[in-house]
């Protein structure tokens, strides 16, 4: 099973800030990782596949980069809407597995 | 517009069975992978199964904490996907979630609101 860990646990940050969130893959997952974020009581949200593709409808704002077992999530600026969960998650080899999340938090 | 909507949630005794039904509008539940993913309360999140496509065969994978009590399947006539869950375990007790797999990449790209399941005596 791929291990993901994600740092730092909680970012403190305010709004208008640049926001970089890490993803550390056990093994090599290619460009097979995917970034979700989750508000307080709701579903999950697909914002980027594939390392670097932002699914549809998100803003320029949010970028993904990396490949192998490196991967990091950014937040240009901050909006603050933006404040939540992320949570990394790969699709190279089942199991799929998830990060233990990042929480952005204002601060 | 793709909306998913699960039911069947519920407290249920450990060892009993409960079936949860994801209800898809938007598009055809036949043509895309579906998952379900759970989530413990105050915890992140867990894949718990997958089927593929009818095109794709499909083919059912699970995690290994549920492989052998849970069964997920669909019926494409209703447009639902279910999840069967037996001899639950109070570990089991989470919220529940419906996804597709809309990149037919096992990336998934709209979830349902979720299902509560708790598992107690």
């Known amino acids: 099973e791929i291990v993901l860990t994600q740092s730092p646990a909680t970012l403190s940050l305010s709004p208008g800030e640049r926001a970089t969130l890490s993803c550390r893959a056990s093994?090599?997952?290619?460009?097979?990782l995917a970034w979700y974020q989750q508000k307080p009581g709701q579903a999950p949200r697909l914002l980027i596949y594939?390392?670097?593709n932002r699914a549809t409808g998100i803003p320029a704002r949010f970028s993904g980069s990396g490949s192998g077992t490196d991967f990091t999530l950014t937040i240009s600026s901050l909006e603050p809407e933006d404040f939540a969960v992320f949570y990394c998650?790969?699709?190279?080899?089942?199991?799929?597995?998830f990060g233990g999340g990042t929480r952005v938090e204002i601060k | 517009e793709v909306q998913l909507v699960e039911s069947g949630g519920g407290l249920v005794k450990p060892g009993r069975s409960l079936r949860l039904s994801c209800t898809a509008s938007?598009?055809?539940?036949?043509?895309?992978?579906m998952s379900w993913f759970r989530q413990a309360p105050g915890k992140g999140l867990e894949w718990v199964g997958f089927?593929?496509?009818?095109?794709?065969?499909?083919?059912?994978e699970y995690a290994a904490s549920v492989k052998g009590r849970f069964t997920i399947s669909r019926d494409d006539s209703k447009n639902v996907a279910y999840l069967q869950m037996n001899s639950l375990k109070t570990d089991d007790t989470a919220v529940y979630y419906c996804?597709?797999?809309?990149?037919?990449?096992?990336?998934?790209?709209?979830w349902g609101q979720g299902a509560l399941v708790t598992v107690s005596s």
């Open positions: 996804t597709r797999d809309g990149y037919n990449a096992w990336y998934f790209d709209y």
């Open positions: 938007g598009f055809t539940v036949g043509d895309y992978g």
């Open positions: 089927i593929r496509s009818k095109d794709e065969g499909g083919k059912t």
């Open positions: 093994q090599s997952v290619s460009s097979y």
């Open positions: 594939d390392a670097s």
């Open positions: 998650q790969q699709r190279i080899n089942w199991p799929l597995t």
